[in-house]
């Protein structure tokens, strides 16, 4: 069976290859992938594979049914949406549609998702259950796509008993994978501070509350949060990426906003430093006469690979690639909303390697981000084995 499915994964590649480019060249946003899932839609349906589309809005789930269906059932999911980036490549696939880009490759993992299914469905004969695809919309926007379906209860009537998703790596070379067991991935929330003073000429401080200054040292204080209030056991990041003051070069504004992310593995200390920012941000605004509104949108969990699932999909991985090609991953403090699967039912989250062997490391959520298209290959090949390997085995 695994010298069909490596027979099958490079005899489809050619064509995953051009899905995924026609997916790249169309990228839609959180929640506007109608094209996309209209596309999607359309390769189930070549393939002859029942599926039921418009779950949280955009999303898809679909169904291969092997022997004895009514006997267990595992799930295969892939993330649809894209960034609100503009795509500087050179590719001739490059995006069409200005300001969106796939750079995060999830025109990869529906690609895949799409061959692996192609490659299951053509050997439904050689195992016994259901394996669920879901193709999932919003994985890069609040509060998730898995978070809606799961709401609209795409386990109520078939509840899998293991579900499995991969995110390309660029930093992994192509040919490889990698997985981690337990704590993965990081909670992810969503910091929104809007410091208030009273505006005026920059020519008169004495007259002003400067809100620009009081930002500064909120911005500066709050890095305490991380340095010497986090346990050192615990890895926390506390990051800033926007600042917005609508002043000049002479006017003080009134106001400044500010955006940012913490990032955490534990959910006490998570609600700790929740309370910490805004204990922090106001008393600083309020210290220097100004005051400051705190909203922190509370994001994804932190994603857990169940321990059992993982080992026994290294050790299929082993097997199909060679234990040379397999790693061992460390934390990331990136984050993923997969982790609301993982919470409902055993879950195991790896990576494929995308980079090509020699060249320099294009990284996710860069408008530059490229991959090497071989990484197909290995992902519907993984894909379709772990689901395969799983069945038979459970």
Not at 90 to 108: I, L, Q, W, Y
Not at 195 to 202: E, L, M, P, Q
Not at 290 to 303: A, R
Request: proline fraction near 4%; glycine fraction near 8%.
């Amino acid at each position: 069976m695994k010298n069909q499915i490596q027979s099958l994964s490079s005899e489809y590649w050619k064509e995953i290859v051009d899905i995924r480019r026609h997916l790249h060249q169309n990228p839609e946003l959180s929640l506007e992938e109608f094209q996309t899932s209209a596309f999607i839609s359309s390769k189930l349906k070549e393939y002859g594979i029942e599926h039921q589309t418009g779950i949280a809005k955009t999303g898809i789930i679909g169904w291969i049914y092997g022997k004895n269906p009514e006997k267990k059932c595992i799930a295969l999911r892939a993330d649809m949406d894209a960034l609100p980036m503009e795509e500087v490549t050179e590719a001739p696939f490059k995006s069409k549609n200005n300001g969106v880009m796939h750079a995060c490759g999830h025109d990869m993992h529906m690609a895949c998702l799409l061959g692996a299914a192609k490659i299951l469905n053509a050997l439904k004969d050689s195992f016994e259950g259901v394996i669920m695809l879901i193709f999932q919309p919003s994985e890069e926007k609040y509060p998730g796509g898995a978070y809606l379906m799961l709401k609209e209860g795409i386990f109520n009537k078939v509840r899998p008993s293991a579900i499995f998703a991969f995110h390309v790596l660029p930093e992994m070379e192509v040919g490889k994978v990698g997985f981690k067991a337990g704590q993965y991935m990081a909670s992810t929330d969503e910091i929104y501070l809007t410091v208030k003073g009273k505006g005026g000429h920059a020519a008169t401080p004495d007259m002003n509350v400067d809100p620009v200054l009081m930002a500064s040292h909120i911005i500066v204080a709050l890095q305490q949060v991380v340095s010497r209030n986090a346990p050192p056991t615990i890895p926390t990041i506390l990051s800033f990426g926007k600042i917005e003051a609508k002043g000049r070069t002479n006017i003080i504004p009134d106001e400044v906003k500010i955006e940012g992310t913490i990032r955490t593995f534990n959910e006490e200390w998570r609600a700790k430093a929740h309370q910490k920012i805004t204990q922090i941000a106001e008393g600083i605004a309020q210290s220097m006469g100004g005051n400051c509104h705190v909203f922190i949108d509370k994001g994804y969990p932190f994603l857990v690979n169940n321990a059992v699932l993982t080992a026994h999909a290294q050790e299929y991985a082993d097997e199909y690639m060679g234990k040379e090609n397999v790693e061992s991953l460390d934390l990331r403090m990136t984050a993923e909303d997969f982790a609301f699967f993982a919470q409902e039912i055993p879950g195991c989250y790896f990576r494929v390697g995308t980079r090509r062997p020699g060249t320099e490391i294009t990284n996710l959520h860069t408008v530059n981000f490229d991959v090497d298209e071989k990484a197909l290959e290995t992902g519907m090949g993984m894909m379709a084995w772990i689901a395969y390997k799983k069945l038979t085995n459970s």
